[in-house]
């Protein structure tokens, strides 16, 4: 973890660095969400982390050694094999930008939703700066409890300001007339975690299910492009998909009735999806007036449509220029996709 730390935390802005190791810390010590250090404390750790990034960068990723057997770091089926009996999950792939990821956590719960294998994690053992909420490893869904709450906290104290409405209305649906008031918002945070958890696990089936972007092109787009705005768009065009996908999450979300969750996720979208699905805002301020579900059933509709186009558009692109200068591809992206949405 921390050798994939010290090579890749250039990836991140530097307030986006400095907001993953508050939460790397947090996890170190063993805070709860809402617990803050001084930040002389902070910065002293930090200084120490980078010290430490500073030991190890450079070096090789070594054999993980079970038993007295060696596996490769990123052999998760044959490191699991041997863990899981333990109550343990281990795993290891490529993240955003292509960072390598890596984690060791306890299992708390596997169950089956809508026939594929779900599996959620509590204690996380060991992690790296990157914190993702759930993921798919080996045909399997799985979900990070303790890292989806930090994150959800954060999310309720630092909101964006185009979906702060969203939040309060979401909020209130949890019972919470103020979001500032931290009492109330302790109380609620599990709940509202247990919707996020069945969100998560809902994206992750409509990731699964969805066709419509061809995962070999995805896989090769992101890999020769990471840390670029092809990756980014290509991220967040499949999240789009998986999400409004009719087996996806926003589709469980309207069969359930269920108005929290939905807010939750409107008060939350943000960079490339909020431009990939401009209708979802405006749906959800029509909604609150009307309480007419027909309202979110189109705009979910006209945003699958859109997404479903423009994956189409970006693989069709690829498949063109996949014998010519790549260079050429970033182009006819930016001139066919990214400038008519507005994206520069």
Request: aromatic fraction near 12%.
């Amino acid at each position: 973890c921390e050798i994939s730390d010290s090579i890749h935390a250039g990836i991140y802005s530097i307030c986006g660095l400095i907001l993953r190791l508050r939460e790397l810390y947090k996890w170190e010590k063993g805070f709860a969400p809402w617990k803050e250090e001084d930040s002389g404390r902070l910065l002293e750790w930090i200084s120490e982390k980078e010290e430490r990034w500073e030991q190890v960068k450079g070096k090789k990723y070594s054999p993980i050694t079970i038993d007295g057997r060696d596996f490769d770091p990123f052999d998760v089926k044959g490191i699991n094999e041997i863990i899981e009996r333990h109550g343990l999950f281990y795993g290891a792939g490529y993240a955003h930008s292509m960072k390598p990821s890596f984690l060791l956590a306890r299992v708390l719960e596997e169950k089956d939703v809508m026939g594929y294998p779900v599996m959620i994690l509590g204690k996380e053992l060991a992690r790296d700066l990157l914190s993702i909420p759930a993921f798919i490893q080996e045909g399997r869904i799985i979900i990070r409890k303790e890292a989806s709450r930090m994150i959800l906290w954060d999310q309720i104290m630092f909101p964006m300001k185009s979906g702060r409405w969203a939040l309060n209305y979401s909020l209130r649906c949890y019972g919470v007339d103020d979001y500032t008031d931290i009492e109330q918002l302790k109380c609620i945070l599990d709940s509202l975690l247990e919707s996020q958890i069945e969100f998560f696990i809902h994206h992750e089936i409509g990731e699964m299910k969805t066709d419509e972007f061809d995962i070999e092109i995805w896989r090769n787009i992101i890999g020769r492009f990471p840390h670029t705005i092809i990756e980014l768009t290509a991220r967040a065009l499949k999240d789009i998909l998986a999400d409004t996908d009719e087996r996806g999450a926003l589709n469980y979300l309207i069969r359930n009735r269920l108005k929290a969750p939905l807010y939750f996720y409107g008060a939350t979208i943000d960079g490339f999806r909020k431009r990939l699905f401009p209708e979802l805002l405006p749906a959800l301020r029509e909604f609150q007036d009307e309480e007419d579900w027909h309202i979110i059933e189109s705009a979910v509709k006209i945003g699958f449509d859109r997404a479903r186009k423009l994956a189409s558009d970006l693989c069709g692109i690829y498949s063109e220029m996949a014998d010519k200068d790549f260079h050429d591809f970033e182009q006819q992206v930016k001139e066919r996709i990214l400038i008519p949405l507005g994206i520069k």
